[in-house]
């Protein structure tokens, strides 16, 4: 133990396995923080340039000022401290007691604050205003918790119980799973993903036996997810992937990679609206992945289908905290795949037509025409004057590439007066994650088929 007293001050500090105190008045700056070890900066105290690694834990009663929170570690900031300039990495989570003031924060995709004095409710929701400060907000009041620093236009707050009352904030994005009720194939036969446990065998690719390291859970509430399509789970159905693979109709997140022709290809980059789709909305959402020792090949619903490999991802999962526990002298190491990952270009064409389901030709004498495309949004209409109450099924494509589908369903009043049917010809597309300038330029938009008319105007 080592205490800096008023006055004094320290300078390129390592704190390994003991406790390092700042004293009110005391100064610190260029400190590291290593597994076991603690910095209390008391009030009226100040550090500067501060990073705390896996295991390590910072209090903050005083001014902490450039700081990094690695994954696996915890910043603690009580009612009277002061943080200016903090930069969150996947898997590290602060706390913040009420009143502690965190300004320049940068939270990196799997970087969590632990609001200790917010209680959990599931109708609250977190957003950016135009001046970067990070709000909570239940309906009727907001609350300010932080002022943010860097793009977060194309990331997702999810709010859930931190166990302890308070509310937990996690900054993500999409992470690769399976979802609830897949098959695993294991040494004593195939098993839900959700009764696996630590420990238990599976058969890979090879045909080896490889014991479960840990196992990730991740839950979103489907209100918050609903259009998100780097959450919404991927439906392959049964025999999509060729050789009857998988036999049943196997559901993953949209990261999740399949391992087909010696590649891995993430589901998303899969989907074609027939055998394979994605949902658009569902009222929860559950994943859960395996992690083996390495990054490996085993099998979901009999199909071949990768593990967890950590790539800064595991701060994404509820339980992360759960393998530091586990493994706490585990090293963190660069992340290496057990294939080589597709997912564009002339490889992942090869994929998508050795899986191109039968081609159908859709037989319409369909009007089409797109209103509006800008960097996320697409708007038009289309219809189909021999089938007028029908509705047009469109593929959106981008130098090959299909980026997703849209039916042509809702409801424009100018539409009804000029005589396209009942008015319920317009589609409006949200692109989550936008387009490049050479993918608006080169955009291009097919009727796949006409589906019968879900509505009817009142």
Known sequence: TTTVFAGASATDTTVNGGEFTLVESATATNTVVNAGGKLDVEAGSTATGVTVQSGGKIEASGVVSSVT?????????????????MVVSSGGSVQVQSGGSLT??????????????VAYDSSTTASIDAGQALDLSNGANSSPIATLEGDYSNDFFVLSDDGHGGTLLTLE???????????????????????LEIGD????????????????????????????????????AAGALANDLPRRDLIVSPLHAMFLLGVLVPAHALV????????????????????????????????????????????????????????????????????PRVEDGEALE?????????????????EFYVDKVSRSHITGWGWDPT??????????????????????????????ASGKGNGFHAFEVNLVCGLTEAQIANLSFTVVDVIPASRAVA
């Not at 929170?69 to 300039?85: D, H, P, Q, R």
């Not at 939270?107 to 200790?116: H, Q, V």
């Not at 998508?352 to 081609?359: H, N, S, V």
Request: charged letters at 20%; proline letters at 5%; aromatic letters at 8%.
């Open 173 to 195: 994005e999409g992470t690769p799973c399976y979802c609830p009720g897949t098959l695993i194939l294991t040494e004593a036969g195939e098993r839900p993903v959700e009764t």
């Open 272 to 339: 074609n609206g027939q055998t394979i789709t994605q949902a658009e909305n569902s009222s929860v959402i559950e994943y859960i992945h395996i992690e083996l020792e390495t990054h490996d090949i085993i099998f979901a619903e009999g199909a071949p289908s990768e593990t967890f490999v950590d790539d800064d991802s595991r701060g994404m999962f509820h339980n992360a905290h759960e393998f530091a526990e586990l493994y706490p002298d585990a090293e963190q190491i660069a992340p290496r795949y057990c294939a």
């Open 201 to 236: 065998r599976l058969v890979t690719h090879d045909g080896s036996l490889r014991p479960i390291r840990w196992i990730g859970r991740r839950a979103y509430d489907g209100r918050f997810a609903a259009g998100r399509t780097d959450i919404m789970p991927v439906r392959i």
């Open 387 to 416: 089938q007028p109450d029908g509705k047009l099924r469109l593929k959106i494509s981008a130098n090959g590439v299909v980026l997703c589908y849209a039916t042509a369903d809702q409801y424009r009043a100018d539409l009804k």
């Open 104 to 117: 320049g924060v940068h939270l990196n995709a799997g970087a969590s604050l632990d609001l200790g004095w």
């Open 69 to 85: 929170v690695e994954n696996g570690a915890a910043l603690s900031v009580s009612s009277t401290a002061t943080i200016a300039g």
């Open 350 to 366: 090869i994929v998508r037509r050795y899986l191109a389901p039968a081609a159908q030709s859709a037989t319409t004498a369909a």
